[in-house]
């Protein structure tokens, strides 16, 4: 389930996350916004204290009426605070919501200037609200947001829930002295912890503003609930008395100030005929928050008092819902409270860019241990020992598995007989098998075994496997600022001893890739090796073996996308070493020097094409330089990586290929060696997100298709209401030309995101065949797959 929910959260967080921040940056520019507009605007809304009366509201209704003729006065503002002006709303223009707001000198109801800024904020807060949208729609949008925001902050309590619960400092506190990915993540998750309680009332108000069937239920619950929509604009009108425009509002205005003496703002609402009364709603000046309004309805003729609600006389759910917008703003609790709700805006954007950082980083990571396995594999030679080691590995980002097949390497190179796997796929009865046993461990969070190794770590907690024949060796990687360093490397050490097995040294702890550390694992290896020979470990990955290659340019394949810039990036360079289709190539993004990672791609072009093609996203570092800033001509580092488990199929053999996105790369150089050598046994499945703007390589992949080379051809566009889905749904329809294309020897190649299009294909597949044949399929190297 925590895989399930880190998978949810991630995604979340760089899809809906990203226009979150946009949210968040809106906000916190309206969080002060009545304090903004008072110091761009001094004069206008608070003027000169004189010592003379203030006037009252029907002189500044003479006023207005003077000032606007042909506009009816349809709210008044007066505050009780010495200087401050009267506001004046009129009725609005027809098919426009809102009126004009003009501001009157308290003192003698000169028209003070208009308010500078406001349409600014006016544009700000539809874009907090509605992201710019026709209001419907965006209400829906902007609600659909608060339940992303929502999910993503109790995902994400859940995700770092420690096991120490009732220490504050876990929670609330971080050491930032950590660096890296472990200060990254403290600071998201702790950062996280204390906005968590704001967040949860941003989302609940948002939600409750946003979709009226909530917003329905939840004033049922309070008490407070409006006329049916629909009533109300069906109900018809009742002949109209004649108008009140000539009323005089003094009658009313003492009546109120003697039943209302401990004002402070009084909002009255003139009414429009002569009959009806005058409603003011007023706060006093001891009211716990801007909303906490009493109300009065007054004969507008007489002055009689008809009614009158006192905020403190009002049922609890009416005070609760008056209490939903001050939260929301900050204002309830002050200054402070916007301070609060201005960093926790703030904090959003915050949360986008670290959430990003740590995605990019686990992908580099996950990339890194790529390249480590398929060195290994390419210069695995025979085992010349009877006895194979075992060496396991239990890596969260990757780093554990690089230096798991470092070692193996080491070994397999001074003749010792090693099996690599990873405590994922590794059971207690399995692990009895092997006489010695090294593994590399990681820990997670408090000390918690990676998300790969947590059902090993359940299986061997509850073994009764005796392990008095076998020897082992534990590498523990962990962070020296968390208070359960190496964790789960010293729980697994502690175990295997329980269970009989011997130590061949003790355990090896290292501290954020410690070269010391390494130092001593390598010489524990070296002994095993017969000190035969020295042992380099680094948990860095290797610079070596770079080529120079020119950028011949960059053609953008997507324009208009809703997604990312699609480019394809054509290098030049010596092709005679060549590749083989399903080829990966390093790129080291040149002028950032000798402290930038590299970024690996899936080669898109054959050694015939003359040059080296790539299909890259512009996200992240190197795909940002080479789409965007590298020139023409300018020097490219590439090193070129074996991708023997991606390798081609026999020629004569159907091949099935599934991608989507840039995942295209891997395919099309397949599919490119398949048409040079007459292979027209093919079928392509595709999809992206709009056939008009993300129609991706459609040129060559119809010409493969009319010239016979893809008689099986699916394209689909997951955002259009034709030819719309996704990949794995197409697979699951035609389920029946799957089974048929397997049984004539097919081979699957799948190019794209593990936990996106490629995770739903594998499902898509092992409903269609069963798991157990899909295994099958693995082993015999008939389902190929490149995934990240």
Not at 38 to 53: C, K, S, W
Not at 100 to 106: A, C, D, K, V
Not at 428 to 433: A, E, S, T, V
Not at 561 to 586: K, N
Request: aromatic residues 10%.
């Amino acid at each position: 389930m925590k895989k399930l929910w880190f998978q949810l959260h991630w995604f979340v967080g760089i899809t809906a996350g990203t226009v979150l921040m946009v949210i968040g940056l809106s906000g916190a520019v309206l969080a002060f916004r009545e304090q903004i507009l008072d110091a761009l605007n001094p004069g206008v809304r608070n003027v000169a204290v004189q010592n003379t009366p203030v006037l009252t509201p029907q002189e500044f209704m003479t006023a207005a009426r003077a000032l606007k003729p042909h506009e009816r006065v349809t709210s008044i503002i007066l505050y009780d605070t010495p200087g401050s002006s009267a506001r004046i709303g009129l009725a609005p223009a027809p098919g426009v919501r809102k009126g004009e707001t003009i501001y009157l000198n308290p003192y003698n109801a000169a028209l003070l200037p208009e308010l500078a800024g406001e349409d600014f904020f006016e544009w700000v807060e539809q874009l907090h609200r509605f992201l710019l949208l026709p209001r419907d729609p965006g209400k829906v949008v902007s609600g659909t947001l608060a339940f992303c925001l929502m999910g993503l902050a109790l995902s994400g309590l859940y995700l770092r829930w420690p096991r120490r619960v009732w220490d504050w400092r876990t929670w609330l506190t971080f050491d930032v002295r950590m660096k890296g990915r472990s200060f990254l993540w403290g600071l998201h998750s702790v950062a996280g912890t204390w906005v968590m309680v704001v967040f949860l009332v941003f989302t609940a108000s948002g939600v409750y503003w946003a979709f009226d069937p909530i917003r329905d239920m939840a004033d049922g619950w309070m008490g407070t609930l409006r006329p049916p929509r629909e009533a109300a604009a069906a109900k018809p009108k009742a002949p109209q008395p004649p108008k009140a425009e000539a009323a005089d509002l003094n009658p009313s205005w003492e009546t109120f100030q003697k039943n209302a003496p401990n004002w402070h703002m009084a909002f009255l609402r003139p009414p429009e005929r002569a009959s009806q009364p005058m409603q003011i709603l007023w706060v006093a000046k001891d009211a716990p928050h801007v909303r906490a309004r009493s109300s009065m309805s007054i004969n507008l003729q007489t002055g009689a008092l008809l009614k009158s609600e006192l905020y403190a006389d009002k049922p609890a759910g009416a005070r609760f819902q008056s209490v939903i917008y001050p939260l929301h703003l900050g204002t309830y609790f002050g200054i402070s409270g916007q301070i609060i709700v201005f960093i926790a805006a703030l904090a959003l954007p915050g949360f986008g860019i670290t959430g990003w950082m740590l995605y990019l980083n686990r992908r580099k990571q996950k990339r890194i241990a790529r390249a480590e396995r398929a060195q290994f594999a390419a210069s695995a030679s025979a085992a010349t020992q009877d006895a194979p080691i075992l060496m396991a590995y239990a890596s969260q980002t990757g780093q554990a598995e690089r230096l798991a097949l470092q070692s193996a390497a080491a070994l397999q190179k001074a003749g010792v007989a090693v099996h690599v796997q990873s405590l994922e796929q590794l059971t207690p009865p399995q692990l009895g098998q092997y006489r010695r046993a090294l593994f590399v461990a990681s820990s997670f969070g408090e000390g918690e075994p990676p998300d790969s190794a947590r059902r090993f770590s359940r299986l061997l907690q509850g073994a009764k496997e005796e392990l008095k024949h076998m020897q082992y060796a534990v590498l523990a990687l962990g962070d020296r600022n968390y208070a359960e360093f190496c964790g789960f490397g010293r729980t697994l050490d502690q175990r295997l001893a329980l269970l009989g097995a011997q130590p061949l040294h003790p355990m090896i702890e290292v501290d954020n890739g410690d070269a010391g550390a390494l130092a001593r694992w390598g010489s524990a290896l070296r002994e095993m090796m017969g000190g035969t020979a020295d042992v380099t470990l680094s948990a860095a990955a290797d610079d070596s073996d770079y080529a120079t290659w020119h950028l011949a340019g960059h053609k953008l394949l997507n324009p208009g996308s809703v997604g990312f810039p699609l480019y394809e990036i054509t290098l030049t360079g010596d092709v005679g070493a060549g590749w083989r289709p399903g080829a990966l190539v390093d790129i080291w993004p040149g002028h950032y020097g000798k402290d930038a990672t590299p970024r690996r791609y899936s080669l898109a072009s054959i050694p015939q094409d003359g040059s080296m093609q790539l299909v890259v996203r512009q996200v992240g570092l190197a795909s940002g330089w080479l789409t965007a800033q590298a020139a023409t001509g300018d020097a490219v580092r590439v090193r070129l990586i074996a991708n023997p488990s991606f390798d081609a199929a026999a020629q004569t053999a159907p091949a099935i290929y599934i991608g989507n996105g840039s995942g295209i790369a891997g395919l099309r150089s397949h599919l490119r060696a398949r048409v040079l050598e007459g292979a027209t046994r093919n079928w392509l499945i595709f999809g992206e997100r709009q056939r008009e703007h993300d129609a991706i390589c459609a040129e060559e992949i119809h010409g493969w298709r009319s010239s016979g080379f893809l008689p099986e051809l699916d394209l689909v566009y997951s955002r259009d209401a034709e030819g719309g889905g996704y990949v794995q749904n197409r697979l699951r329809e035609r389920a029946d030309a799957v089974h048929a294309w397997l049984n004539d020897g097919a081979v699957i190649f799948v190019c794209g995101s593990l936990q996106g299009m490629a995770g739903g294909v594998d499902e898509a597949l092992a409903a269609i065949i069963g798991r157990e044949q899909l295994a099958q399929l693995a082993e015999q190297g008939r389902y190929r797959r490149d995934v990240y």
